[in-house]
């Protein structure tokens, strides 16, 4: 737990080293009954800098990591934003799943340390959706502040992403899952699926018109002399055989079908 405080750079460490080595330890060294350092992770090294044998105490309350964070935020130098995200990580690493941020959690960590609501709820989204980011705020190299806005930006984002995934589950499956394989990014997906769509609109507009050109004259010449008066001597292309017709035939039924189907009239 006390891992999670920033550390002291090498001019603190000295001055502590000095310290010690004039003073003597003034604080013990704090271990949980198992032996674990629960606080006093500098004055052990000043200890071994200024060649100074350490004192060790154990803790016996029953909240080890409610005691490393009080004795901690209370001692060292540190922002509300730095407090705020260390009481968050340990709070998630002790007792939580990693993202619960739940309110009963949040509400529980801000009682215990004295910090906001708000800086707390900050620290929380942090964790969820910029983790690369919590050190960096710990460490005091990145503000609260602006890591939190960044956090907003990552969720905005992954709960576009996750809206745009699930409609083009609705319209296309295959690209779906492809994009869950990690074979195609979200963006190239939906690149891929406005070309099909695109494509599937040019055929649609082919077909059209073809059938269009088609089946109108052929409905007209029905009931008229029209077949009758067929001759192959004037046939513009390939003349009109008995196999042609019975092509055609079953095109116009295999139309019906699909008519039927769709519900044309």
Known sequence: MSSLFPQLDEDELRALA????????LHPIVLDPQGRLLDGRGRLKACEIASVEPEFVTYEGGDPSGYVL????????ISKGQ???ISAKARSESEQPPGSGSEQTTRSVAEQTGLSLGRISQANMVLQHAADLVEAVINGAMGLDEAYSIARENKAKAN????QLARLREEDPELADRVVEGALTLAGAWAERT??????KRQRRVATRLLDEVVPPLAQA?????FGRYDPDYAS?????RETIAHAMTALAEMDQVWQ?????
């Not at 070309?195 to 599937?200: F, P």
């Not at 292309?237 to 055989?241: F, K, L, Q, S, V």
């Open 195 to 200: 070309e099909r769509v695109e494509e599937d």
């Open 222 to 226: 029905r009931g008229t002399r029209t």
């Open 237 to 241: 292309g390939t003349p009109i055989t």
């Open 70 to 77: 009080s004795v901690n935020l209370r001692r060292r130098n």
């Open 160 to 163: 576009s992403a996750e809206v």
């Open 261 to 265: 189907e769709r519900d044309l009239p």
């Open 83 to 85: 407090a705020a995200m």
């Open 18 to 25: 000095d310290d010690v080595q004039e003073r003597g330890l």
